[in-house]
Nanobody
């Protein structure tokens, strides 16, 4: 069982930045691909970004490419989402997810991750 706890959400003005963190309880955190999703009211959950446990490979949704950056620190069992140039349409609950995978793969993380965090609210005001 892996527990994921997000933090760093809050209220920010349009054009601002936030960094989300997700701390994982897994003893073998480095064996998991990690990702971020979000869900706005009345909308389906949306994939945003993923990173392999080896680090070099990452993937982004077109809606956030160039504005959001995913990274991880395996020594701290933590994955981050640096968000910049935020827009009101980025307002949502942001979720961290984990998928056990091989070093250079994200497995089924985009469609069916093994574990989810509880989410953190991000609100972008205009």
């Amino acid at each position: 069982q892996v527990q994921l706890v997000e933090s760093g959400g809050g209220l920010v003005q349009a054009g601002g930045s936030l960094r989300l963190s997700c701390a994982a309880s897994a003893r073998t955190f480095s064996a998991y691909a990690m990702g971020w999703f979000r869900q706005a009211p009345g909308k389906e959950r949306e994939f945003l970004a993923a990173i392999t446990w080896s680090g070099p490979f990452s993937d982004y949704a077109d809606s956030v490419k160039g504005r959001f950056t995913i990274s991880r620190d395996n020594a701290k069992n933590t994955v981050y989402l640096q968000m910049s140039s935020l827009k009101p349409e980025d307002t949502a609950v942001y979720y961290c997810a984990a998928e056990r995978s091989s070093p250079h793969s994200i497995g089924d993380l985009k469609d069916d991750p093994d574990y989810w965090g509880q989410g953190t609210q991000v609100t972008v005001s205009s």
